[in-house]
């Protein structure tokens, strides 16, 4: 009983601190149709990048994006100055950047940037982490033969 109650009360702080994350973007996360890719285990999270260089996975992976992180990392990953740069992260950076999608950013009670690991699955993670690589690759105006060369 006590425990079912701490319980509501964590999901009532929860649900609240999302409503000030979402209240000044447009929406709520949207999920993510990765039909097309190579299907990855549900309950192991990969450390690498499995589909970098895959043309399907950063063509999903620009619209999840646009659709999930564009509000606060900038359209095209070209941040406006309220979160990172994502472009800057390099491929030694896979499950830095992995761990901050899956479980958001939350400090001193404040969300900074919410998880989505509930609204999206790995698949899906994993492609808007390879639209991330390309916009690397452009960035730092590297060969995106040499990115593309790298799908399996
Ligand atoms: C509500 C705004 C918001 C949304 C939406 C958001 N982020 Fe963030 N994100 C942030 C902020 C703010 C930080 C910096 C947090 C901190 O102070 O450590 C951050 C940090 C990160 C980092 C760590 C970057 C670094 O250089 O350390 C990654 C990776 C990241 N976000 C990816 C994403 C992805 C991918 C999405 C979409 C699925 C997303 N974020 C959606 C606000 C957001």
Known sequence: MINSKIRFVTALALAASATAVYSHGDVAPQEVDTEGLKELPKDEWLSENPYRGNKEAIEIGASAYNQNCARCHGLEAMSGGIAPDLRELTKFDDEYFVNKVRNGVQRNGM?????????????????????????HYEYKDKDLAELYEQAE
Do not use: C, H, L
């Open 111 to 135: 969300t900074y940037m919410p998880g989505f690991e509930d609204v999206m699955g790995q698949e899906a993670i994993w492609a808007i982490r390879s639209y991330i690589d390309k916009r």
